[in-house]
């Protein structure tokens, strides 16, 4: 009689994992930049993780922008096999410092064109990465990217992402630096780390709660002995009266 709903269950299941699953390979298929040594004031890598998002046409091009406003001075390429890599240098104007230098000029797209046959075929990815620097001293940096397919098909992602809301459908790749560097949240000093006194006081607390957990355990696994014992030395009484009443 269960058979059917158990059914029904199963097959809405897989249904909801279905949905689920497309929406986070939706989510996760947009272009992301990253980075494990970049931070305001130094040099980093920056990886620029491209996802081909077509079933039937393989990425043949990448434009990077790099805005004016967060200008990066020095920018080196990493070769990536099959693929050719250039950057177009514009004049930053007005000129923004950096690191109390002038910058006038600098590097505004990075460009990774395809060899033939050597795309993003679907259902891959592949990454991009340079050297960069100095990184401007911002909490963030954002890269409107332009993603070309072989069917000549263009995918913009030059949305921006807007604290507090919802992330865009085609958000530009952004790399934000707060914690970075022994940056918190805030882009202040690193948070405070306990003392070692304060932490052997807490490992000690704890201690002394296990202690007590266990002594109160102790306490009352005798108290539950005893009144075990007790009530079976009464039903042995119980039992003895009973047989002699009996005889």
Known sequence: MHVRPLRALAAASVVTVAVLATGVGTASAHVRVSSTDAAPGGYGELTF????????ASTVSLRVQVPADTPLASVSLE????????????QIDPPVEV???????AVTEIT?????GAG??????RTFSI?????PEVDAMSFPTIQTYDDGTEQA????TVE??????????????????GLDADGGGAAESPSVSEASAESDATAADADSDDSGLTVTALVVGALGLGAGLAGLGLGLSARRRTS
């Open 49 to 56: 993780r491209v996802p081909n998002e077509s079933d039937t």
């Open 79 to 90: 070769p990536v096999p099959g693929w050719t890599a250039t950057t177009t240098t514009g």
């Open 99 to 105: 690191h109390g230098s002038e910058v006038t000029e």
């Open 112 to 116: 990774w064109t395809a060899d033939p």
């Open 120 to 125: 993003i075929a679907p259902g891959q990815y």
């Open 131 to 135: 050297s960069a620097g100095p990184i």
């Open 157 to 160: 992602w030059i949305e921006p």
């Open 164 to 181: 507090g809301q919802e992330e865009p459908e085609s958000p530009a790749p952004v790399l934000a630096f707060a914690g970075a560097g």
